[in-house]
């Protein structure tokens, strides 16, 4: 295991340009240049039409909760001091397919103010565990805020 488990590593050739982004504030992710599909998970070819071309491109950062839970119990020693904390799958407005897991913040988890559908907005905030040197900038997700 890495030392700095959890964190994720920001220098996996496949998902390097995604952290690289985040680290400057950039909500990214590979476009497929011959269909023009977002493609996440990060992989060599489109999942969608089999072309090598992608290309990494701004995303507007904007999404739907598709799925969310409340975690109260935790099984890793670093996440202790994070408890509870919401993860979710949130569905991209570009592309719905597009599912990314996520932390969602800037919720009280206990008011029950999330809903299925709820439009969201992607936040940047360094990820620290307790006890593991270190952060990583990452993109987070969290209830539209409406101005």
């Not at 969201?120 to 307790?130: D, G, K, Q, T, W």
């Amino acid at each position: 295991m890495r030392a700095d488990f959890p964190l994720p590593d920001v220098d996996w050739p496949p998902t390097a340009p995604f952290w690289a982004a985040a680290a400057e504030g950039r909500f990214e992710l590979p476009r497929c240049r011959s269909c023009g599909r977002l493609c996440w998970y990060p992989k060599e070819s489109c999942s969608y039409c089999g072309d090598a071309a992608l290309s990494w491109e701004p995303v507007a950062g904007r999404a739907r909760l598709f799925s969310w839970v409340v975690v109260r119990n935790v099984f890793l020693p670093q996440y202790r001091e994070k408890v509870p904390y919401v993860t979710g799958l949130v569905s991209l407005e570009e592309d719905p397919s597009v599912r990314l897991v996520t932390e969602v913040v800037d919720t009280d988890v206990d008011s029950g103010g999330l809903e299925f559908d709820q439009p969201m907005e992607v936040v940047f905030r360094p990820l620290r565990f307790a006890g593991v040197e270190g952060t990583v900038t990452a993109p987070l997700w969290r209830p539209l805020v409406k101005t």
